[in-house]
């Protein structure tokens, strides 16, 4: 008897180990998979918002590209009726400065976006813009040389080239880091 009770004792402890055992492994072996779940949450998110920035800083550099060529082609076209002595109107003056005030309505996007080398090169290029403008009246006016309008105006040009360069290098370094 006191051999079946042995066995029937050893048999109750590993029945209660295996059902333990298996509890703690299930408990364990779910923890692991929560953790894993989670990290997994935590990364896609990270990628998720890294997509949502370079969305938004694509969509910004585009819409201040087309604002910047806006303003360029009629700058350059006034520059040019100047140059041939032809002038022009207050009024196309006046559409000039309303292309600039659009383009610089832009540039909220890209301080709020950066980063801040694109952004600074994009202050930089409104700066260079506005002061071309400026000039602009002035020349019609006879109150600046030709050249140094012309100055200006290449100035506008170089200031856009660095702009696009730095744009474009952001995105496709983020391009990069979303891959």
Known sequence: MDQGLAA????????????????????????????????????QAELSQKQWLQEKRQENYVAMQRAHADVKELLMKLGGDVRKRRGFTDAEYEELTGRVLTFNSALWGLRLLGPKHVAVAGLELAQKTQAAVRSLKMLRDGEVSWESWDRLRVKVVDGESHF???????????GANLR
């Open 164 to 174: 696009t360069e730095l744009a474009g290098d952001v995105i496709r370094d983020q």
């Open 8 to 43: 029937a004792f050893a048999g109750a402890v590993g029945v209660v180990g295996s059902i333990g055992g298996g509890f703690l492994g299930g408990w364990l072996g779910g923890k692991k998979t929560v953790e894993a779940a989670r990290l997994q949450v935590m990364a």
